[in-house]
């Protein structure tokens, strides 16, 4: 019989790319969604709704990361294999503007899922989703043993959830891994994400349907990588011997401006044309450079990226460009990448 896996935060990009690598592995994985008036589940649809026959191997749950005595109970009836806490609230800017939400759901959120597997005694590992955020101010680059700076709500609330994630481990002797994962990308990233607005932008422009592009820092250094890769390592890190902390990431950096420079120039465009500063944008507190070592994940994990910050720009830019002229011609496309 194969595992079973439990994911939070299964509709986000991470969390579909997730899904689609533990079912082509066997697994039976379950999900969950927050109860709504509107479905949230488009980046599912291709194994959950399907052209073809839907896999009955992917089932979704109501539960939230905000109730823990349901997820106590979701535990126990289906006793996982493999936990993944993907679920957060994770925009680093909109966390300045709901704090107590973000700390709420991103920390706390992360105990009370801790809490549930002990309170549960569900025999189970568990992978939490921290990330380079939680450097913030610290020079670059960051690794294992590199001190944490958090800038930002969104970043104090992953340190919590890393040292939580580490108590438990220690306390309680679970299974728990810190996968501290630098910036990742693709064409599932969410609209407002400063990448995707880029790419989905380009194409707009390139189509006639948008003028200008507003932005705010321009010179941020990030290490941007390929989400599809990302996952393989969450998937490894629980497939270890012995629980430990990781960082994953590229250690390959480029600013704001050149991820604009490729990605309207693989639609043969002069960013400078179009895109323009808005305040708005900036953070109360920068992080000015995150640039990850993943030499422990290549060693240990046997994981290593094999995609770049400027071939993403353009796989992006090519994905939006297909999805908004397929959108315009009234014709089907699906974006698998």
Known sequence: MGKSALITGITGQDGSYLAELLLGKGYTVHGLLRRSSSFNTERLDRIYQGPQEPDRRLVLHHADLSDGVALVNLLRDLR???????????????????PLYTGDVTGMGALRLLEAIRASGVDTR?????SSEMFGATPPPQN?????HPRSPYGCAKVFGYWATINY???YDL??????????ESPRRGETFVTRKITRAVARIRAGLQDRLYLGNLDAVRDWGYAPEYVEAMWRMLQRDVPDDYVVATGEAGTVRQFLEVAFSAAGLDWAEYVRFDPKYERPSEVDALIGDASKA????GWKPEVR???LARIMVD?????LDAELTGTAVRIDR
Do not use: C
């Open 126 to 130: 568990i992978y939490q989703a921290s």
């Open 144 to 148: 294992e043993r590199t001190p944490f």
């Open 319 to 323: 994905a939006d460009v297909s999805k």
């Open 80 to 98: 996982p294999d493999e936990v993944y806490n993907l679920g957060a609230q994770s925009h680093v800017r909109v966390s300045f503007d709901a």
């Open 309 to 311: 910050w400027a071939e």
């Open 175 to 184: 299974f728990a891994v810190n996968g501290i994962l630098f910036n990742h």
């Open 169 to 171: 481990r220690e306390a």
């Open 298 to 301: 290549e060693s240990l994990l």
